[in-house]
């Protein structure tokens, strides 16, 4: 069973910062690439940032500059560093795994964390 935990949303000024973790648990996820997607009300779910196992990033264009995705494989622990917040960044924060179950891709999800960017 993979369980992601997520942390560290809240409320913030526009211009702030705030970090996001993501604590992933269960088989397969060392190995596992891990992303952040985001779901502002009225609106469809988005990649914000993604990381492979080796340490590969890619991010939405809407966030490259200002956000950092990281990752500690000794903790099994995903980080989305948020710089520079913008009130659009507002929307409920959500941790994925992506794990090779034999020939498939499984996707696993965390329960979710807001964050609010308003003044």
């Known amino acids: 069973q993979v369980q992601l935990v997520e942390s560290g949303g809240g409320l913030v000024q526009p211009g702030g910062s705030l970090r996001l973790s993501c604590a992933a648990s269960?088989?397969?996820?060392?190995?596992?690439?891990m992303g952040w997607y985001r779901q502002a009300p009225g609106k469809q779910r988005e990649l914000v940032a993604i990381i492979t196992s080796g340490g590969s990033a890619n991010y939405a264009d809407s966030v490259k500059g200002r956000f950092t995705i990281s990752r500690d494989n000794a903790k099994n622990t995903v980080y989305l560093q948020m710089n520079s917040l913008k009130p659009e960044d507002t929307a409920v924060y959500y941790c994925n795994a992506v794990i090779r179950r034999a020939v498939l891709l499984i996707d696993y999800w965390g329960q979710g964390t807001q964050v609010a960017v308003s003044s």
């Open positions: 269960g088989s397969g996820v060392s190995s596992a690439a």
